[in-house]
């Protein structure tokens, strides 16, 4: 399993809509809390699942949030705020929370020369349980398409197969396969499966080592 935790790196998490990814990156930023990280919300595209929601929570616990002009407003205008490129300074880490699919990645687009300055590592975020990626080779040609227009290209897979919280243990072990063979499409390896904190009793340590457990933080959203 890659290191997904190591400090002074630019963290971009990209996905389909509805896969977790904002789930995941704020779980990345709390895992890394410790080493001056700074979450960058950058969904331009979905106002309605986006880092922004837990700013409040994220700052209170030492992590530096950084959210689109007008977010959690009555104005959705979509802007990128200009203090931004401060975390491209040497020795700074961050998560960037990028909206899904294509459309989402369009927003990496501005900040390239940070990104190939600094370098980066892109994670390509996969759920089995959401529309239109079930299959793995689906999935794959989404995940080439937010290359094409981003200009960037993915380091890993992260496997946050689930279904809410009706999410089983067997959901987990078949999205581990359907994983598997989106690494053997597309040749990248999967750097972790992450799963919620509520179910990691019923795992074997055997299991455990291929997995990341994390908080299911962002769920008040949907309610």
């Known amino acids: 399993m890659i290191d997904i935790f190591r400090k002074n790196v630019i963290y971009v998490i990209c996905g389909h809509y509805g896969v977790g990814k904002t789930n995941v990156a704020v779980n990345l ?3 890394m809390k410790d080493s001056d990280i700074t979450l960058i919300d950058l969904d331009l595209v979905n106002p309605f699942f986006r880092s922004a929601d837990n700013k409040e929570e994220l700052e209170e616990q030492g992590i530096h ?3 689109p002009v007008f977010a959690n407003t009555n104005v959705d205008i979509p802007s990128v705020p200009a203090n931004i490129n401060s975390v491209f300074l040497p020795g700074k880490s961050a ?23 600094r370098g980066y590592e892109m994670y ?12 793995p080779v689906d999935a794959a040609q989404m995940m080439y398409e937010i290359e094409k227009t981003s200009g960037m ?10 279904l809410g919280i ?12 359907y994983a598997k063979e989106i690494s053997r499409i597309t040749g990248l390896e999967i750097a972790a499966t992450t799963v919620m904190d509520t179910l990691e009793s019923q ?8 997995m990341v457990f994390i ?8 309610y």
């Open 65 to 67: 949030v950084i959210t």
């Open 95 to 117: 998560v960037f929370d990028v909206g899904g699919d294509d459309a989402g990645a369009v927003a990496l687009c501005g900040f390239s020369q940070g990104f190939l300055k």
């Open 215 to 222: 908080r299911d933080i962002t769920k008040h959203i949907y």
């Open 124 to 135: 390509y975020v996969v759920n089995m349980c959401r529309p239109q990626v079930e299959n």
């Open 166 to 177: 009706e999410t089983t243990r067997d959901i987990i072990l078949s999205g581990m396969e």
């Open 29 to 31: 930023a709390l895992k």
């Open 153 to 162: 290209k993915f380091s890993a897979i992260i496997n946050n197969t689930n």
């Open 203 to 210: 795992f074997s340590p055997e299991q455990k080592k291929d």
